[in-house]
């Protein structure tokens, strides 16, 4: 895994760059793409993810986020990516080191979804495994945390896959489209071995 600066504009973030894909914040230049997967894996998505707001695929909402998301990255509150696969610089997801808190606690949450066509294959596993590697050695954290809906079986088997512990159940934890959704509970600090895996398809 290698990370590198993007330049100026994102003189707070970093390049991660994993086994075959990279993650990078997201740009203007990314919104017909991005739109265009999000749109396309509605079904797929709806069910693990907050109700979308009425404009959430428009352009303006788009560059609203941008902002936001720099913003984020300048304060050192979030790091917020989107994944492409590194042979064609195609965009298949996105992920997010989100709730960053310094002091005491050194921890983040690891968040992500993954385009329609592209899940299954591995991708976000590796996505993952450097969003992890970036947090402990970058951003020098302690902790990463992450949640996901305890029938969400593929965000289980991802998370223990990657070397997250589980660690709890949390009762009525996220409002998860329109509805306020119990959570299985899982982390990973920086003493845990990031564990690897065979080679997706």
Known sequence: MALFRLGPQYDAANFVRGDGVYLRPAEM??????????QS???????????????????AAFRRRVRRHAEELGRDEAYPFLLFLERDDRLVGGLTLGQVRRGVAQAATLGYWMGAPYAGRGLMARAARAAAHFAFATLRLHRVEAACLPENAASVRLLEGVGFHREGFARSYLRINGEWRDHLLFAMTETDPILSSRRPR
């Not at 894996?41 to 352009?59: C, K, M, N, V």
């Open 29 to 38: 230049r990314d919104y017909a793409p991005w739109a265009e997967l999000r």
């Open 41 to 59: 894996s509605r079904a797929f998505l709806a069910p693990w993810e907050p109700t979308w707001p009425p404009d959430d695929l428009t352009r």
